[in-house]
């Protein structure tokens, strides 16, 4: 079956510019997950919903980050302002139910590089 | 403030050996820990978990090892393949709570 997908795979932009990334998760998993994944680090949490609403937040830097989820699949990561350090693989995960211990399940990531 | 730390950046074994990968922890609160691997230009993939409950878990070549007085897990793969060779992050999670806090990574090479 298909797993996680993300769009655009890369996206260039330049300071102060403003970026969306696209998730699409495994069909069914009513949990997402946005995490960042800068160079020579592990994955960082941004936010997690469950279902259509944003039930952990706490990861998102600052308020130039926004994402949602309005029918509880698709999810899209909102970055305004874009500053040289936003750049950055983020990365999207799913879950069957968000249980703690439900295995996420990771797309490809979309690499962010902002100039 | 680095919560789940590993410590060798790299790793290279021989083909047919035993390749060892280390995690420590800071948190008392993880209850859960899991190792995922992640080859070049793909998202990170599951490979084991344990909960705080077990020392051990077991899983073909795969096996994970828990020691909480340490905070310390290890991943063992025996035998070593070439297709093992990937950057392998930890991860822990705390009860209840579903954002996962990962580690560096090490990058394991396994030489044919």
């Known amino acids: 079956g298909a797993g996680v997908s993300q769009t655009p795979s890369n996206k260039v932009t330049e300071k102060g510019k403003y970026v969306e990334l696209r998730c699409d998760p495994i069909?069914?998993?009513?949990?997402l997950y946005w995490y960042r994944q800068s160079l020579g680090q592990g994955p960082e949490f941004l936010i997690y919903?469950?279902?259509?609403?944003?039930?952990?937040d706490s990861g998102l830097p600052n308020d130039r980050f926004f994402a949602v989820r309005p029918e509880g699949s698709v999810s899209t990561l909102k970055i305004q302002r874009t500053e040289r350090g936003d750049s950055a693989v983020y990365l999207c995960?799913?879950?069957?139910?968000?249980?703690?211990?439900?295995?996420?399940?990771f797309g490809p990531g979309t690499r962010l590089t902002v100039l | 403030d680095q919560q789940v730390k590993q410590n060798s950046p790299s790793l290279s074994v021989q083909e047919g050996r035993i390749s060892i990968l280390n995690c420590d922890y800071t948190?008392?609160?993880?209850?859960?820990f899991l190792w995922y691997k992640k080859y070049p230009a793909e998202g990170p993939t599951f490979l084991i978990s344990?909960?705080?409950?077990?020392d051990k878990n077991e899983d073909g070549r795969f096996t994970v090892f828990l020691n909480k007085s340490a905070k310390h897990l290890s991943l063992h793969i025996v035998p070593s393949q070439p297709g093992d060779s990937a950057v392998y992050f930890c991860?822990?999670?705390?009860?209840?709570?579903?954002?996962?806090?990962f580690g560096t990574g090490t990058r394991l090479t396994v030489i044919p």
């Open positions: 995960a799913s879950s069957l139910s968000g249980m703690g211990t439900d295995t996420q399940y």
């Open positions: 069909s069914g998993h009513t949990a």
């Open positions: 919903f469950q279902g259509t609403g944003a039930a952990d």
């Open positions: 948190n008392s609160m993880f209850d859960y």
């Open positions: 344990i909960s705080s409950i077990k």
């Open positions: 991860a822990a999670s705390e009860a209840g709570a579903n954002n996962l806090f």
